[in-house]
């Protein structure tokens, strides 16, 4: 059973620094493309950005370049979100998802979520 | 970055009535156009990939439609199970986007 399992619920404060992962079980990790999502509390889902495990080729929405960063290991088949600088306003629920097949985008099975509270 | 404009925003719907949701997108994207399905405190669920093509495992009242510039989502039948949020998706430019989202809920 293809799989994505992503880290536990974060409550940080702001300035602090956060990195959340997704883990895939089930496939070829380093074949499918990883996408990350945002979705703010009662919002739209945001998507912010994509990763190739296979070479770490990444893609951003100029919404999110700069603020966050994607990272991939691998050698465990775990892809990465991380910020450096958390705001409240990064306070979401996070998804990651795999892509169809490497040559498109779209994403067909989902991670459970991150939960990211930044509070001071 | 191509916007998606889904209409309606919220539709209040009877069980067994049939529901359609348009996507419109700001230019051609083919059929690069994906439908989600997201229940409350759920990850969103694929339910339509490539404007029509059906995935396994989701109910056959769930079909699309579309191609180019306009997409449609169609429930037939709703059912009470049917209560969600659904976003389309298009995957033919990076950045990739999301509709608004359309909530459907059950009277």
């Known amino acids: 059973e293809v799989q994505l399992v992503q880290s536990g619920a974060e409550v940080k404060k702001p300035g602090e620094s956060l990195k959340i992962s997704c883990k895939g079980s089930g496939y070829s990790f380093t074949s499918y493309w990883i996408g990350w999502v945002r979705q703010m509390p009662g919002k739209g889902l945001e998507w912010m950005g994509i990763i190739y495990p296979g070479d770490s080729h990444t893609t951003y929405s100029p919404s999110f370049q700069g603020q966050v960063t994607l990272s991939a290991d691998k050698s465990i088949s775990t892809a990465y979100l991380q910020w450096n600088n958390l705001k409240a306003s990064d306070t979401a629920m996070y998804y990651c998802?795999?892509?169809?097949?490497?040559?498109?985008?779209?994403?067909?099975?989902w991670g459970q979520g991150t939960t990211v509270t930044v509070s001071s | 970055e191509i916007v998606l404009t889904q209409s309606p925003d919220f539709q209040s719907v009877t069980p067994k009535e049939k529901v359609t949701i348009t996507c419109r997108a700001s230019q051609s994207i083919g059929s690069r156009l994906h439908w989600y399905q997201q229940k409350p405190n759920q990850s969103p669920k694929l339910l339509i990939k490539?404007?029509?093509q059906s995935i396994s495992g989701v109910p056959s009242r769930f079909s699309g439609s579309g191609s180019g510039t306009d997409f449609t989502l169609t429930i037939n039948s709703l059912e009470a199970e049917d209560a969600a949020a659904y976003y389309c998706h298009q995957s033919d430019s990076v950045p990739g986007t999301f509709g608004q989202g359309t909530k459907v809920e059950i009277k």
């Open positions: 998802a795999r892509s169809y097949s490497t040559n498109d985008y779209g994403m067909d099975v």
């Open positions: 490539y404007a029509s």
